[in-house]
């Protein structure tokens, strides 16, 4: 059987993402609601009491009649109530096809999603093609003692936590839902200084809205230098992961970089509430570079993330392509492509 959960039912999408084996807050429906870029759907495949759902947004693409599907911001791909590693072969096939009728009820082209590197969601999408390898993601196990973790960060990033610690830089978990808009004003200014993308950019209201979410548990941690904050990270908390979701300091304490004690806090705090893994991410547009590089001086630890890149109606897409003179062979690395910033002359 295939339904469609609207944004609009709350605890019909919620009873899913509950029953789910492995899931996390990207998936829940108020994380979902947080998000205006396209409608928020959960599509859902069920035969008895075993289910796959997926949840997407689906947008108008501009200047046209169509749409497409793509996720929210995060690691998302399909949950199920079923590990993926066992799933039978025959429900992935049937899932499949449900799926890609759906897609073909309406002047669907493309779908996009970011998977989720810890879920194995992979078995899954690669019966329909299209998984892309975009990088990797490091972690920190919370599983082994903090001094074996310490002993495992690079030289340089010990000595500068205990800099850092000898200077009375301090990290504290907020409680109090005011401190957001601290949060706000320090990742603000850091998202102009780097010159970040208008969707990267997000207002007051989306720090409280999630930091009270009662789906998930959404910690502000804060660096305090002589009693003013300078540095913070909201980390989600779901089942058995935390994840650095957003950080950011301030330009003048750049230089101290304060986050190297904030990570190292976080698994303090991590390992007393009992989690096994600290999810640090990747790079920007999951690529080897510095941030990848800093980030690895906490751990060598790596999981692999994938994208999964599907083409729904292959000729809507190539009309797409020429409408707007791309290339459907460019090596541009940006999916769908008819989306993509860098326009062919």
């Not at 169509?66 to 025959?90: A, K």
């Not at 200077?167 to 839902?177: A, C």
């Not at 850091?190 to 010159?195: A, E, L, P, Q």
């Amino acid at each position: 059987m295939r339904k469609i959960i609207t944004i609009d039912n709350k605890q019909e999408w919620s009873d899913y993402v509950r029953r789910a084996l492995h899931y996390d807050f990207y998936h829940t429906w108020y994380y979902h609601s947080l998000d205006k870029s396209g409608l928020p759907i959960l599509f859902v495949y069920e035969e008895d009491e075993n289910f796959i759902a997926f949840p997407l947004l689906k947008r108008n693409i501009p200047g046209s009649d169509f749409f497409d599907f793509t996720s929210v911001y995060g690691y998302t791909g399909p949950i199920s109530n079923m590990d993926f590693e066992f799933l039978d072969d025959d429900f992935m096939e049937r899932f499949k096809t449900s799926f890609v009728g759906f897609l073909e009820t309406g002047q669907n082209v493309t779908v996009f999603s970011r998977l989720h590197p810890f879920f194995n969601q992979e078995r899954l999408m690669e019966k329909f093609s299209g998984v892309h390898a975009n990088g990797k993601t490091v972690a920190i196990d919370l599983t082994t003692t903090i001094e074996s973790q310490r002993a495992g960060y690079r030289k340089s990033v010990k000595e500068k936590i205990r800099r850092l610690r000898k200077r009375d830089y301090e990290v504290k978990i907020s409680t109090d839902i005011n401190d957001a808009s601290i949060f706000s004003e320090i990742y603000t200014e850091n998202m102009i200084r780097i010159g970040a993308k208008d969707h990267y950019l997000f207002n007051n209201a989306y720090f409280v809205a999630l930091l009270s979410s009662d789906e998930f548990d959404s910690k502000l941690f804060l660096v305090y230098k002589d009693g003013i904050a300078i540095s913070g990270a909201i980390v989600v908390c779901t089942n058995e992961i935390m994840q650095v979701h957003l950080l950011a300091t301030k330009t003048t304490y750049l230089f101290e970089s304060p986050a190297k004690l904030l990570t190292d806090e976080i698994t303090v705090i991590g390992r007393q509430l009992g989690f096994k893994y600290f999810n640090l991410g990747g790079g920007v547009n999951f690529k080897e570079d510095n941030l990848f590089g800093w980030k690895m001086g906490f751990s060598n630890l790596c999981f692999e993330f994938n994208s999964w890149r599907y083409i729904a109606n292959n000729d809507l897409y190539n009309s797409l392509l020429n409408e707007r003179s791309l290339d459907p062979f460019s090596n541009i690395d940006f999916f769908p492509l008819y989306r993509s910033p860098i326009i062919a002359s």
